[in-house]
């Protein structure tokens, strides 16, 4: 179905005509449309115009008043203070426009007209290493980034490029090597579990690092065994290869806690770019990008200073001959660009890696990898926070464990559930309490801008009051209770019927999600959608106080009120499905 044009569009093309129908010599005017407290809608755009044609703001917009017809669209339009037009629309177009939403399966949002190929770079965990709560941000803010630009057309491509190279591998393997039975599970035959991945990794990482601290005749070994690996040594890279499958288990099983799919072949970590280092060196110091400063091949930038006021270097390959993350991820970049043909890069990374990239990305535009018609963003997320307001830890000082904070969610989740559940068995309190408690840390980061800090707070999360997602479950929830009690009656649009105020308040906020969503793509910002359904359920909340649905006058008004929340509970749902959040029928 064709995209359906919002009240805000259809008033705003209506006053362009009026104002080029006024004033021709000007051209096509941007009338500056917004929602207003004092109307529906107000229009700014007379004032900057009056002045490029040096005439009386008021009398031009008394004239372009006079130029707009009322009715169909425009109920009622003044003018108000030195220019400013305040427009409420009829009753019958908010409906008509609804209406026409709801008969389209993509509720009348728009495909991008500008849609191209997005890299996604987000969920980057590490090889050999337990996840822990400051890699929740960038799997939760990337998988919603991935939805919201995909439901706009855009085609998405993701990749997590998890740490499965370096150093530390180089004391594994020749740990394993010597202790050859340290990866096997215990319970022989049959599906591994991701609590037991972790735990045979966790013991052998120990174990490793204990000798390695204390023995030098190993740590000369696993130093020798990194050269292998480095080198291609097939018994190494098969060790090594053990390492990573047994960290898939473990990542997905976690990813699978949070309710995200992560497909095998998006996982592209460190080591999926080692051919291309020495040729991604090559280029950058042929082209004169970068150059060799006591051995090390650098990029020099004069904005990027260090605490000692010298320029900091961006170090591409060290003096000994060894890569650095720039290596990578500019490999990286090449590959994305080059192989995979995308337009825009975007990497959701933690803030502190800034300056990183910064001096990635200004590098790859002087290679030309990145140019006009390329662009490279990191979306970069603050540090989750504890109720003291410092980076969250457990009461010993550890960081926390990712799979501790989400079960402990899920726990939570499920005693407001069994609290305020009617008819539910155990089995549903327990399959509501894990999309209630998984729901409620998702939508808690997703609120907040992804640039701040926030602070971790399951209480608050799992509250019913407030911004939180159980307040939005709940309000589709109770939605899909009325749908079920309406028996006979059945949502239908009525045009001719007047509005209530909180009827058209809820129905100018719907009319919005379009728009909204175009700028949530446009500016990377899941943060605005929360909002705008937390507004949404809000204004639901008063329209359901204010006007009986099922009791309502007369049998036209019940079908239309049935169609408010119908539409409702319809945006909610793709709008938390955006979001990665489940919204159960019964809570």
């Avoid at 004069?302 to 010298?310: A, R, T, V, W």
């Avoid at 801008?449 to 479950?473: H, I």
């Avoid at 909180?502 to 009319?511: I, Y």
Wanted: aromatic residues 8%; glycine residues 8%.
């Amino acid at each position: 179905m064709a995209s359906v044009p919002s009240l805000a569009s259809s008033v705003e093309q209506r006053l362009s005509d009026a104002l080029v129908s006024a004033l021709p010599e000007a051209g096509a005017a941007d009338p500056l449309l917004r929602r207003s407290d004092r109307a529906d809608f107000q229009a700014n755009g007379i004032l900057a115009l009056a002045k490029k044609a040096k005439a009386n703001p008021r009398e031009l917009a008394t004239t372009v008043v006079e130029a707009i017809p009322t009715g169909d669209l425009i109920k009622e339009i003044e003018v108000s203070g030195p220019g400013f037009l305040n427009i409420t629309v009829s009753d019958e177009a908010i409906i008509r426009t609804l209406a026409a939403r709801a008969a389209d399966d993509r509720l009348g949002v728009q495909l991008s007209p500008s849609a191209g190929t997005t890299v996604i770079d987000y969920a980057q965990p590490n090889v050999a290493k337990e996840m822990h709560v400051g890699h929740l941000r960038s799997a939760v803010i990337g998988a919603a980034m991935v939805e919201i630009l995909e439901f706009t057309g855009e085609k998405v491509v993701r990749r997590h490029h998890i740490g499965d190279w370096g150093t530390q591998f180089g004391m594994l393997i020749q740990y394993l090597l010597e202790h050859p039975h340290e990866l096997d599970h215990k319970g022989g035959e049959g599906e591994v579990s991701g609590e037991e991945a972790m735990s045979n990794l966790n013991r052998l990482y120990k174990a490793s690092r204990a000798l390695f601290d204390s023995d030098e005749e190993f740590k000369t070994r696993a130093r020798a065994r990194v050269v292998d690996l480095q080198a291609g040594d097939p018994e190494t890279l098969a060790l090594w290869q053990r390492f990573v499958d047994e960290s898939k288990i473990y990542f997905y099983s976690v990813f699978n806690k949070l309710d995200m799919d992560i497909q095998d072949a998006d996982v592209v970590g460190e080591s999926g770019y080692n051919d291309m280092l020495a040729e991604t060196c090559k280029l950058l110091e042929e082209s004169g990008v970068a150059v060799r400063s006591n051995g090390a091949l650098c990029v020099f930038f004069d904005e990027y200073k260090g605490p000692d006021g010298n320029p900091t270097p961006l170090i591409v390959q060290k003096s000994d001959g060894g890569f650095g993350y720039a290596a990578t991820d500019l490999s990286a970049i090449r590959d994305r660009v080059g192989n995979l043909k995308a337009d825009t890069l975007i990497y959701v990374v933690d803030a502190r890696q800034g300056l990183h990239f910064k001096m990635v990305f200004e590098t790859a535009r002087r290679a030309g990898w990145l140019n006009e018609n390329t662009k490279a963003v990191q979306l970069a997320f603050g540090t989750v926070l504890g109720a003291d307001g410092k980076p969250f830890k457990t009461r010993e000082g550890e960081t926390v464990r990712l799979v501790d904070l989400l079960d402990e969610a899920v726990e939570r989740a499920a005693a407001v559930v069994r609290e305020k559940a009617q008819d539910l068995t155990e089995e549903e309190i327990a399959e509501r309490g894990a999309q209630v408690g998984i729901g409620a840390v998702k939508y808690a980061d997703l609120s907040t801008s992804a640039a701040r800090d926030y602070k971790f707070d399951l209480d608050q999360m799992v509250s019913l009051n407030g911004d939180t997602s159980v307040y939005l479950q709940y309000a589709y929830a109770r939605i899909q209770s009325i749908l079920r009690k309406a028996g006979e009656a059945r949502p239908a649009a009525h045009p001719e019927l007047e509005l209530a105020a909180s009827e058209r308040a809820l129905g100018l906020h719907l009319d919005g999600f379009g728009e909204l969503i175009a700028e949530a793509a446009q500016d990377y910002a899941p943060h605005k959608l929360a909002a705008y359904l937390y507004q949404l359920a809000s204004l639901y909340t008063t329209f359901y106080a204010e006007c009986p649905v099922l009791k309502a006058a007369t049998p036209e008004q019940v079908e239309n009120r049935l169609f408010l929340c119908d539409l409702t509970a319809r945006t909610l749902n793709k709008g938390m499905s955006l979001l990665g959040i489940r919204t159960p029928e019964k809570l």
